[in-house]
């Protein structure tokens, strides 16, 4: 297992999972949703729709279609809005995309910083969560073969997660 972090566009990588921050309706919106229903292409989206929408903090699984991923996980963060869920919601978005990676059998992850874009989380909070939650289910899970790379598309972002892996 290993933990690891990359810059750039998570449309582009070749892994079993790219991790997708949705919204609860799971229509391809703006930022890194968008960029994603672009490049898988049109069936991701009716395939979305099969699903019936996701609620805040959970997670559903799709092909990727015509990405280099073989699936796309679609979590749904939390809306920012300083209330004590925040934290609670954004870290049950990473254990529970885990989670359905390794009920797929999946075997490498990547993650996009879910609400640190128009959801507004701050990001230096957001990124604390998703470094705390990642480690503590790669530690509950040592008998699980897992690759996790957290994804910073930008250099702020990136400056955060080379601090936070250490
Ligand atoms: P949310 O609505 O959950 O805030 P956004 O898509 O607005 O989701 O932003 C989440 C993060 O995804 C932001 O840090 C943004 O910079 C990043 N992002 C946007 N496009 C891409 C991309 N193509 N690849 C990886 N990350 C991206």
Same mark, same amino acid.
């Not at 990405?67 to 796309?72: D, H, M, Q």
């Given at each position: 297992?290993?933990?690891e972090i990359w810059q750039g566009d998570i449309t582009s990588l070749k892994v079993d999972a790219i991790v997708n921050a949705a919204n609860r309706e799971l229509r391809g919106g703006g930022g890194v949703d968008g960029a994603i229903h672009r490049a898988a292409g049109p069936k991701l989206d009716p395939a979305?729709? %099969?699903l019936g929408g996701c609620e805040t903090g959970e997670a559903k699984?799709?092909?990727g279609f015509d990405? *280099? %991923?073989?699936?796309?996980i679609h979590t749904v963060g939390?809306?920012?809005s300083g209330s004590h869920s925040? *934290?609670?919601l954004l870290a049950a978005c990473y254990?529970?995309?885990l989670r359905v990676a390794q009920e797929n059998g999946l075997h490498s992850v990547a993650f996009s910083a879910i609400s640190t874009g128009v959801y507004g989380y701050p990001l230096g909070a957001a990124s604390k969560i998703a470094f705390t939650e990642v480690r503590k289910w790669l530690r509950d899970h040592k008998d699980y073969d897992l690759r996790v790379i957290m994804v910073a598309y930008d250099a702020r972002t990136y400056a955060l997660y080379q601090k936070l892996l250490g």
């Open positions: 297992m290993s933990l979305c729709q %099969a699984i799709t092909p990405l *280099p %991923a073989k699936y796309v939390p809306i920012y925040d *934290p609670l254990r529970n995309s």
